[in-house]
C-alpha cells in the first residue's frame, strides 16, 4: 500500500452510494518524487468530501482498462489545515454552509495558522468575530465534530475488516451512533443494511473474537437461515425444525435447540418475525403479503366502472379492422377489462392472450379520446423481465417495459424511486407473464401506484413460478375471490398446431406420442447420455446458418456430462470455433469468443439490457481486457466489474427461457437430469417454442418428468391471507 497526500481539485463523477472519482493534487507521497505536484485520477468510497479538501490517502494505482492509470483508495482522513490559503479554503469550500470567503478569511485574520484546532478545543474563541451569526458558529463547531467522528469511525471500521466502500455505507446509515452500534451487536449491521451480506458480518465477528454461541450471532443466522430458505425453494414461510436445520449449515454450528427456540421466540418478540399458527414469515414479507391483500382487495370492492361507450359494437369493429374472430370468453375478457378495477386473465399457449392485451390498448385510445402519445401516460404494458417486455412490445406494437424499469430502480441504493411517496399518474397498468412475478416486487409496484390505478395480471398459471419468493399469480387465482377470466380455446395454427397440443398434453400429465415426427414442426429423436452429443451436434448443423435469435438449446440443469456447462461448450465448437482470426478471453475458466452467443444473467437497466437477454460478442480487447456485446443492436461493454453478469448463450436453462420465445427449441430429456425434470418445467419449455419444437433424448425419461407433478411446492400464505379478509 502506498500513502499520497494532497488536495482534491476536482469531482468527476460522484453516485448514490458515495462512489467517486476525482482528480487529486498530488503534494507529498512515498512512491516516486516525480508524482509531487502532478494531479492524478483517484477513484474510492468517500464521506462528505468536497473539492480543495486536503486528504491522506492509503491505496495503490492501478491500470483501468478504459480510463488508463488511477489511484484505487482504500482509506483516507482529512487533514486538517494549517497555512492561511488551505484554512481559508477548507471553511468556504462548500462543507460549512453559510460561511463564505470573506467570513473564512476574518476566523484565519482572528486565530492564525492554529485556528481549526483552536476552534475544536473551545468554541467560545469564535464569539470575538463579529461577522459571524450565532447559527455560523453552530454550523462551524457540529461540522467540525462530525468530521472528527467520521474520519476516526471509518478507520476503525476498516480496522475491523470493512471495506471502505462497506465502511461508508454503514457511517452513512448511523453517523455518530456507528460506533456505539457496532460495539454493542455488528449483527444490527445486516438487519439494518441490506448490501452487507450476513457471510462478510460473521467472518469479521469471528475473527474479532465473537463466540460461535453468541446470542447476537444465533438471532442474525435464524434470519439468514430463512432468506436462504427462502431463495433456494421459493418459500414466503417455513417451519421451526426446516429454520434449525438450515441454521446449523449457515453458521456452521449446532446451537441447544431450546435456546434457538427462546431466540426464534425473541426475533418474534422484536417483529423481525411473524409467527402465523407456528409458520414462521420474515417481517417483509408478511407486509407484502397484507399490502398486497389490502390493495387488491380495495379494488375488487371497489363498484364496476361505467363505460358509455356499446361495448360489443367497439369489440366488433375491432374485429373487423384486424381480420380477428373473438370466442365468447375472449369477448367477455375484453369488456371486462373495461369494467372491472382488477381483472385476472389466464390461458395456455395460442389461447389469445397477446391479442387481447393489444385490443385492450387499442380500445382503450378509441374509448377514451387519447392519442398514441397520451396513452404513454395512461395505459402502462409490463412484464417482470427484459425479454417478456419486448416480447409483449413487438406483438402489440405498443410500449412495455419491466416492472423494475417503470419503478426507476436504482441498482446502487436497491431502491425504486416510484414508491409510495412518488406514485406514478398511470390509470390501468397491464401486467404480462404474471407468472414470473414475486412478492416482494408485486407489493412494491402496488406501492408505487395509486389506489384508484386499474390492474390487469395475464399469465399462465402452469408456468414455473417466480425466481423470488411468492407464488403471486396461483394464490391469488386459487383464493377463488377475484374475477379471473380462463382463456380455453386454441387459436394458434387454427387449433392444429402439435405443439400447443403437446404442451397440454403434458400440463395434463398425458403423453401421446402419435404427435411426434408426423408434421414438420414437432420432432422426438432417441439419445442416451453417451451419445447426445454426437446426435445433438448433426441435429445442430442444420442451424448454423440460421439467425441465432430463431433457435435456442434449453436444458434442466448445468451440471452433469450433458449439462448446460458442457452442452454449450460442445456447441460453441460447432457454431464458433477456435480461430486465427478471432480474439478470445478467458473469463472464471471459460472462453468467449468473437461471434459467440451469449446469455445476460443480470439486470442493467442503466444499459437496458436484463436478465435473460441474448447477445453476440461484437469486439474483444484484450489489452483493456473488455468485451464488446450487440444485444439486438444495443452495444454494451464490459470489462472486469461485471463480466460475471453473462455467460455462453448456446445452451441456456429453461428457468432462464421464462418470457422469451424462439422459432425452435430444442430441448435434451434424459435420466441423468433426475428430479430437475418434471411436469412444469417441460411444460414451460414447450410453450417457449413458436414453431418447431424438437426433443431429443430417453422416452422414459420424458415421460417420467410428464408423470412427475411436482409443483415446486411452496409454501405461501398470501392465498389464505386473501381468504380470512373475505371471511
Known amino acids: 500500500m502506498s500513502r499520497l497526500v494532497g488536495h482534491i481539485t476536482r469531482t468527476i463523477f460522484k453516485s448514490e452510494n458515495d462512489y467517486c472519482v476525482l482528480i487529486f493534487r498530488v503534494k507529498e507521497n512515498d512512491i516516486d518524487p516525480d508524482y509531487n505536484n502532478k494531479s492524478i485520477t483517484i477513484t474510492g468510497y468517500f464521506y462528505d468530501i468536497d473539492d480543495l479538501d486536503e486528504i491522506s490517502i492509503t491505496g495503490e494505482f492501478q491500470k483501468h482498462q478504459r480510463y488508463g492509470e488511477q489511484f484505487n483508495v482504500s482509506s483516507y482522513q482529512k487533514i486538517i489545515p494549517e497555512d492561511k490559503n488551505s484554512i481559508v479554503a477548507f471553511l468556504s469550500g462548500g462543507t460549512f454552509k453559510g460561511i463564505g470567503e470573506a467570513k473564512a478569511l476574518k476566523i484565519y485574520e482572528k486565530l492564525g495558522d492554529d485556528a481549526i484546532n483552536k476552534i475544536k478545543q473551545d468554541r467560545s474563541v469564535l464569539d470575538d468575530i463579529k461577522s459571524l451569526t450565532e447559527k455560523n458558529k453552530e454550523v462551524i463547531v457540529n461540522k467540525l465534530l462530525e468530521l472528527d467522528q467520521s474520519t476516526d469511525t471509518l478507520i476503525s471500521l476498516t480496522d475491523l475488516g470493512f471495506s471502505s466502500s462497506d465502511s461508508v455505507m454503514i457511517y452513512k446509515n448511523y453517523k455518530e451512533k456507528t460506533v456505539d452500534v457496532v460495539n454493542q451487536d455488528v449483527y444490527s449491521l445486516f438487519y439494518d443494511i441490506e448490501k452487507i451480506s450476513f457471510q462478510k458480518i460473521d467472518k469479521i465477528a469471528l475473527k474479532n473474537n465473537f463466540k460461535k454461541s453468541d446470542e447476537r450471532r444465533i438471532k442474525a443466522g435464524i434470519v439468514y437461515a430463512m432468506q436462504t430458505l427462502g431463495a433456494e425453494r421459493g418459500d414466503t414461510?417455513?417451519?421451526?425444525?426446516?429454520?434449525?436445520?438450515?441454521?446449523?449449515?449457515?453458521?456452521?454450528?449446532?446451537?441447544?435447540?431450546?435456546?434457538?427456540?427462546?431466540?426464534?421466540?425473541?426475533?418474534?418478540?422484536?417483529?423481525?418475525?411473524?409467527?402465523?399458527?407456528?409458520?414462521?414469515?420474515?417481517?417483509?414479507?408478511?407486509?407484502?403479503?397484507?399490502?398486497?391483500?389490502?390493495?387488491?382487495?380495495?379494488?375488487?370492492?371497489?363498484?364496476?366502472?361505467?363505460?358509455?361507450?356499446?361495448?360489443?359494437?367497439?369489440?366488433?369493429?375491432?374485429?373487423?379492422?384486424?381480420?380477428?374472430?373473438?370466442?365468447d370468453i375472449q369477448k367477455d375478457a375484453i369488456k371486462k377489462a373495461f369494467l372491472k378495477n382488477f381483472l385476472i386473465i389466464t390461458g395456455g399457449p395460442g389461447t389469445g392472450k397477446t391479442t387481447i392485451i393489444k385490443s385492450i390498448v387499442s380500445l382503450y385510445k378509441d374509448i377514451y379520446n387519447k392519442k398514441y402519445s397520451d396513452i404513454d401516460d395512461s395505459v402502462v404494458l409490463l412484464a417482470p423481465t427484459g425479454r417478456a417486455s419486448k416480447r409483449i412490445m413487438e406483438a402489440t406494437l405498443y410500449k412495455a417495459s419491466t416492472i423494475h424499469r417503470f419503478l426507476k430502480w436504482n441498482k446502487d441504493t436497491n431502491k425504486f424511486q416510484v414508491n409510495e411517496h412518488n406514485k406514478s399518474d398511470a390509470k390501468l397498468v397491464i401486467i404480462d407473464e404474471v407468472s414470473m412475478l414475486d412478492t416482494l416486487l408485486f407489493s412494491s409496484l402496488l406501492n408505487g401506484l395509486k389506489y384508484d390505478t386499474r390492474i390487469i395480471l395475464v399469465g399462465d398459471a402452469n408456468q414455473l413460478p417466480s425466481v423470488s419468493p411468492g407464488e403471486v399469480l396461483k394464490d391469488l387465482v386459487k383464493s377463488e375471490v377475484f374475477e379471473v377470466i380462463e382463456l380455453k380455446n386454441l387459436y394458434r395454427q387454427a387449433g392444429e398446431s402439435n405443439i400447443v397440443n403437446l404442451a397440454y398434453d403434458v400440463n395434463n400429465g398425458e403423453v401421446n406420442y402419435s404427435l411426434f415426427n408426423k408434421d414438420s414442426d414437432l420432432f422426438f429423436y432417441k439419445a442416451d447420455s453417451m451419445d447426445l452429443k454426437d446426435k445433438l451436434t448433426t441435429i445442430?448443423?442444420?442451424?448454423?446458418?440460421?439467425?441465432?435469435?430463431?433457435?435456442?438449446?434449453?436444458?434442466?440443469?448445468?451440471?452433469?456430462?450433458?449439462?448446460?456447462?458442457?452442452?454449450?461448450?460442445?456447441?460453441?465448437?460447432?457454431?464458433?470455433?477456435?480461430?486465427?482470426?478471432?480474439?478470445?478471453?478467458?473469463?472464471?475458466?471459460?472462453?468467449?469468443?468473437?461471434?459467440?452467443?451469449?446469455?445476460?444473467?443480470?439486470?442493467?437497466?442503466?444499459?437496458?439490457?436484463?436478465?435473460?437477454?441474448?447477445?453476440?460478442?461484437?469486439?474483444?480487447?484484450?489489452?483493456?481486457?473488455?468485451?464488446?456485446?450487440?444485444?439486438?443492436?444495443?452495444?454494451?461493454?464490459?470489462?472486469?466489474?461485471?463480466?460475471?453478469?453473462?455467460?455462453?448463450?448456446?445452451?441456456?436453462?429453461?428457468?432462464?427461457?421464462?418470457?422469451?420465445?424462439?422459432?425452435?427449441?430444442?430441448?435434451?430429456?434424459?435420466?441423468?437430469?433426475?428430479?430437475?425434470?418434471?411436469?412444469?418445467?417441460?411444460?414451460?419449455?414447450?410453450?417457449?417454442?413458436k414453431q418447431e419444437l424438437i426433443l431429443i433424448g430417453e422416452a422414459e425419461a420424458f415421460q417420467k418428468g410428464v408423470l412427475s407433478n411436482r409443483e415446486d411446492s411452496r409454501?405461501?400464505?398470501?392465498?389464505?391471507?386473501?381468504?380470512?379478509r373475505y371471511s
Not at 285 to 295: G, P, T
Not at 637 to 655: D, E, P, Q, V, W
Not at 715 to 724: F, H
Request: hydrophobic letters at 35%; aromatic letters at 12%; glycine letters at 4%.
Open 540 to 689: 445442430m448443423k442444420n442451424f448454423k446458418n440460421k439467425d441465432y435469435h430463431d433457435y435456442q438449446v434449453m436444458a434442466p440443469m448445468y451440471k452433469t456430462l450433458n449439462g448446460i456447462d458442457n452442452l454449450n461448450k460442445m456447441l460453441q465448437n460447432l457454431f464458433n470455433p477456435k480461430s486465427s482470426n478471432k480474439n478470445e478471453i478467458v473469463i472464471y475458466d471459460v472462453t468467449y469468443r468473437v461471434g459467440d452467443k451469449v446469455l445476460q444473467l443480470m439486470n442493467m437497466p442503466d444499459d437496458n439490457i436484463y436478465n435473460g437477454d441474448i447477445g453476440i460478442i461484437m469486439e474483444i480487447d484484450n489489452l483493456k481486457k473488455e468485451v464488446l456485446i450487440d444485444f439486438d443492436g444495443n452495444l454494451v461493454t464490459f470489462n472486469k466489474s461485471n463480466f460475471m453478469n453473462f455467460t455462453l448463450g448456446y445452451a441456456i436453462s429453461i428457468h432462464k427461457s421464462q418470457g422469451s420465445e424462439f422459432k425452435t427449441v430444442i430441448i435434451p430429456v434424459l435420466k441423468e437430469y433426475g428430479r430437475m425434470l418434471y411436469r412444469k418445467l417441460l411444460y414451460t419449455g414447450v410453450t417457449r417454442s
Open 715 to 724: 409454501k405461501t400464505d398470501l392465498c389464505e391471507k386473501i381468504k380470512k
Open 237 to 327: 414461510y417455513f417451519y421451526k425444525e426446516e429454520i434449525f436445520q438450515t441454521l446449523k449449515i449457515v453458521i456452521n454450528y449446532e446451537p441447544d435447540y431450546e435456546e434457538f427456540e427462546n431466540y426464534l421466540e425473541e426475533l418474534v418478540n422484536n417483529l423481525q418475525i411473524v409467527n402465523l399458527d407456528n409458520k414462521y414469515q420474515l417481517i417483509n414479507y408478511y407486509e407484502a403479503d397484507n399490502n398486497i391483500v389490502k390493495r387488491l382487495t380495495y379494488l375488487n370492492n371497489k363498484e364496476d366502472i361505467y363505460c358509455k361507450k356499446d361495448l360489443d359494437k367497439k369489440i366488433r369493429e375491432f374485429e373487423e379492422e384486424n381480420g380477428i374472430t373473438y370466442d
